[in-house]
Structures are given as C-alpha cells and as structure tokens.
C-alpha cells in the first residue's frame, strides 16, 4: 500500500480546492493510499516504446473557418449564475 | 394497472401505427406508473405536462402518417443529459436548480424522432459509482428482490434509475451513459438489455462530462430490437462534438436475423477469476453453448493486459474528471456556498465544491489531481495512456485473428444489498466494472443480455463486445443469444 500523509492529502485538497477539515484528512489520506496501491500495479507493466493513447478511435479532427457563429445572449448565458449583476458574473472581491 | 407500460417500444409502434393505441394514452399509462413507484427513486425530475404536450404532438403526427419508430414512446432520459427548461443536475447537489438553456444532441434527435420524455432518471453522482448510493437525490431501488427476502437491492450504477425504471415497466426504454459499465452493469442487474455503443457513435454534446475520452451514452431498452430501435435514433454525427464520427447510422433494427452461423465468438481465458461465483461461471458456459448451438465457432482467446484495465481505468478517468469538474466553480451555475465575511474567492471555490461534491466525487476529482500534478504526471497519467494503448491493441489482435465477437460475463455478481458495500473500500466497488471497463478502455461497443437467474431469482447478464463501427452485428448476435436463452423473467411487483 502506498503511503500518503496527511500534508500530502492536504496539499492535493487545496490544488483540487475542496474543503477539508483538518480531522478528515487522516481517513483521506488512508483512501489515497488505497487507490494509489491498486493503481500501483501498472508501474509492473512493460510499456518500452508504447505511445500514450491520444484517440482511442483513430480520426482526423474536422475543421472549419474561424467565425463567430453563435453569440449575443449574455441573459441566456448568464440565467443560471448564483449571482449576476449589470450582464456580468458576480464573485467576491479578488484584488485588495 | 394498465397494461401499456409493459409493451416493448417496438410492439407499441406498431400498435400506435395500427391506430390500437394512442400515445396519449400510452403516456398517461406511464404517467400512473411512476406515480406508483416513487419508492423505487427512479424518476427523480418528473415532467408529466411536457410528456402530455409531447404526447399529443405526436399523435397529431401518427395521425398524419409521420411517424418515425419513436413517435409517441414515452421514454426516461438519465439526469446526466441536458434538457431544456428541465432540471439537469447529474445527480449532484452542485448542480441543484440548474436548467439548461440547450438541449443535449442525443435528447434533440430522440425528441424530434417524437418520443416523449416522462422525465429524469436516478442516477450515481457524475455517474461515479455503480449502486446509484452516491446520487443527492437518493437510492435507485432495484425492483428485482432475492426471492420473498424484502432487502433492498442495488439496480447498479450509474445508470441505476433507467434500469429499475425500464425493468419495472415505468417507461418503455430509457438513455443511459457508459464510462466504465454504467449502462451494462446495470442492466444485468436488472434483466433488461444495455447497449455501449462504439466510442464517437453517439455524440457527447450536452451530456454532462465525467471521462470524456470514454463517455458513451446508448440505450437501455426491455429487448435487443428495442435497443436497436433507440440506438438508431440517438446515433449519427454532430459537428457540436469533435470526437463524433461522420459515419452513416444503419437502421439497425432492419439487420436483426439472428444468423450467427459462421461467426467466431472469442471467449477470454483472463476474464474467469478466481473467486467467481459458481453461477456466472455456469451463465458463462450456457451462453457459449447456446451461440455454438446457433450455429457460431467458439475460440479460446486471451487478453493478456486485462488485469491492468481497472488500475488504468482508476488513473485515467479520475484524471479527466477532475479537469472536466473544475468548473463546478460557484460562479457561472449551480450552488455557491454562502461566505463568511472576509471570505476571498478561494475561499467561495473550496466552499462551495466541498459542499456541492459528495464523497466518491471529491475522491475521484483528488485522485484525479494527485496524478495529474508535477512529479507524477509521468509515473501514473503517461503510464497509464500506455497501458491503454497495449489494452487496444490485445483487442486488435484478437479481431484480426478472425474473432467476430468476445463473450464475457457482464459482472461479477448478481444484483448485492444497498449499504452492503458501506464499509468496503472503494476499490471493493471499483472492482464490479471489472469485465465492462476495458471496452471503454478500446472505444468499442459492448452489449449485455439477461440470460439467466441466480439461485435466489435475481437476474444475470452476459456481455457480448463487437469490433469498432459494428453495432449492427453486435445486436445481431446479441439477438441469437436472446432467442437462445428465452429470458422472460420479470420482478414481481413489491413498489
């Protein structure tokens, strides 16, 4: 089983920016380490000169011209926000 | 209680066609049903005014001749498709009150074929897990019980809500989606038939992302020409998704002869494990027989990376899923958490997704995290599209050795407790898409086909996998395999 301490778990958290109080992170860290065990097996798999899968199903990506096709609905856009205000998306303060 | 909602799509076309039935009535039929199975947790958005005004539209068009097979099949749409005007969550709490402004590619071509929505379907989280026991809305309830025992039993998942709502005869087929076995687990749990199609057959635009190199949606359906009925009318090319395939859609229901003489079924020596209980062991055998007794030649086959498909699947979907869910933000849909005086936007992100994300999510979304961040990116992700890649290739090779088609189990199990697995580690519950994971690994089309009953009268499923593109042939098999086993076992009504 791979190890994750709880500063490990913490970090992951805070990359993923999910809350986690500081008494779960024992228990997180413990699943961590279940699953990274479980994914642990690949590192036994022979994977010289194999490429990574890009596309599972070979295609050529279509193209087409670079137009605005589509637009011009910003109450459409905005109907589900939390909070909108004058056309725009509402957050709290970013810069002090 | 009205016989109607037991009809298969493809009898009632004909009897719409006939004039014997309308689809108001059909509908209204539905309608009741569902109003009586609330303890089932299938149907979680019920639309019944839109299905009534879709109803009549379409009897409107029966009535003038313009009828397509799905006009007038009242159907339930899985809770991950987007539909206009009509709550849309995934199953999340993140996403609770949110109403789609579009309407999902798969749900437009369903509706303008004229089938009518009867609302949305129970389903796992973000369709992350495979007992529909993580979804905000609750249980989905498999409407198979072990004989006169009256524990509640899993329908399997994530697609547990369209399995228990077409296996309890609440609707007449339903969509579903298929990342690791979400369609196909599920519908062997609950005896009815589940399609994955080929990756790219059916477009992914509109359907709420989890993996999306392996997100599928396809049909769930009482029969194989029923799924072939639906998948018809959900597949075919979209230009609003890049990874959809310009290729012509059959009408697949018309190559249904269940001729299988002169194919060759695969049988793979790495999917019988140890520990597998006697009765798939067995289920596993008849199928064998009974395709051989149709006509087909049986050849030993071996995928020799098998054992590596669940690890990879664990590396590379939570990995797309945490890049697919960052944008559960607060910001532009769904919940925002309230703040606390102070609170940056830092703040409202964490918030707001440790409260919208239940527990298997945020796990997958960490995990996902942890093995796309800097330091092992190259030891698990890169390692992992590797191994993905060897995983194809073990199915080309089989292919090309003449293989028509691979015949597995469907799951490891019949249908299990709901709570039973409470205690478990999550890779206990990983462990149940162990034969369907490595299909969306190859991008191709899987089918699973109730063939038999364990001891206690639960349902058991096979799996049959087709070569890319070939879904016409799969069901065709699928057929033979149908007629073959003559499951016709229903639950007995509890709900």
């Known amino acids: ?96 | 209680m009205s016989e109607l909602p037991k009809l298969t799509i493809a009898a009632a076309r004909d009897a719409l066609r006939a004039g014997e039935v309308t689809s108001a009535e059909l509908t209204e039929a539905c309608l009741s049903a569902i109003d009586g199975a609330d303890a089932l947790g299938a149907f979680v958005h019920k639309t019944p005014d839109r299905a009534r005004e879709m109803a009549a539209a379409a009897d409107e068009r029966l009535k003038a001749g313009d009828a397509p097979d799905l006009c007038g099949i009242p159907l339930g749409i899985k809770d991950l498709f987007c539909t206009k005007g009509v709550a849309s969550q995934a199953a999340s709490r993140i996403l609770e009150g949110f109403s789609p402004e579009y309407e999902s590619t798969v749900t437009t071509q369903l509706f303008a074929a004229g089938a009518v929505m009867l609302g949305k379907l129970n389903m796992d989280e973000f369709a992350m897990g495979s007992s529909n026991e993580t979804s905000t809305y609750g249980n989905a309830v498999n409407p198979w019980r072990r004989g006169n025992d009256t524990a509640q039993l899993t329908p399997g998942g994530s697609s547990g809500g369209s399995a228990a709502a077409v296996a309890a005869d609440l609707c007449l087929g339903a969509t579903g989606t298929d990342t690791g076995g979400s369609i196909r687990q599920p519908a062997a749990f609950t005896g009815i038939t589940g399609l994955k199609p080929t990756y790219g057959r059916c477009s992914r635009w509109g359907i709420i992302a989890f993996a999306s190199s392996l997100d599928q949606a396809g049909p769930m359906a009482k029969d194989v020409r029923d799924a072939a009925i639906l998948l018809s009318a959900m597949a075919g090319h979209d230009p609003k998704d890049s990874t959809s395939a310009d290729l012509p859609v059959p009408d697949f229901e018309s190559m249904l002869t269940g001729d299988v003489r002169g194919k060759t079924i695969g049988i793979p020596r790495e999917y019988r494990m140890d520990g597998m209980p006697d009765e798939i062991e067995s289920l596993w055998a008849e199928g064998r027989k009974m395709l051989e007794d149709a006509g087909a030649t049986i050849v030993d086959i071996s995928l020799p990376h098998t054992k590596y498909a669940l690890p990879t699947y664990y590396v590379i979907a939570p990995a797309e899923a945490s890049s697919n869910l960052a944008r559960y933000d607060g910001v532009r849909y769904g919940h925002r958490a309230k703040l606390a005086q102070g609170d940056g936007i830092v703040d409202m992100y964490e918030k707001t997704r440790a409260e919208g994300f239940g527990p298997e999510v945020q796990r997958r979304v960490m995990v996902g995290t942890y093995v796309l961040s800097a330091g092992f990116y190259d030891a698990y992700y890169n390692r992992a599209r590797k191994v993905r890649t060897l995983i194809k290739k073990d199915f080309e090779d089989v292919f090309e050795q003449g293989v028509d088609a691979i015949l597995t189990p469907a799951t490891p199990s019949a249908a299990f407790g709901l709570g039973e697995m409470a205690e478990a580690d999550p890779v206990q519950m990983y462990l149940n898409d162990i034969f369907t994971v490595t299909v969306n690994l190859a991008g191709l089309p899987g089918i699973s086909v109730p063939t038999g009953q364990d001891r206690t009268g639960l349902p058991l499923g096979l799996q049959l996998i087709g070569k890319p593109w070939e879904e016409a042939e799969l069901l065709n098999t699928a057929y033979a395999l149908e007629r073959a086993s003559g499951f016709v076992a229903k639950p007995e009504k509890w709900w």
Do not use: C, H, W, Y
């Open chain 1, 1 to 96: 089983m791979s190890e994750i301490d709880t500063a490990t778990a913490a970090r992951v958290a805070q990359l993923a920016r999910i809350r986690v109080d500081d008494d779960a992170l024992p228990a997180l860290a413990e699943e961590f380490g279940a699953i990274l065990g479980f994914i642990e097996q690949l590192q036994e798999v022979d994977v010289e000169g194999v490429e990574p899968m890009v596309s599972v199903t070979p295609m050529r990506l279509k193209r087409r011209a670079d137009e605005v096709t589509d637009g011009g609905m910003a109450d459409t856009v905005l109907s589900n926000a939390p909070d909108a205000r004058e056309g725009f998306f509402a957050v709290p303060k970013v810069v002090e």
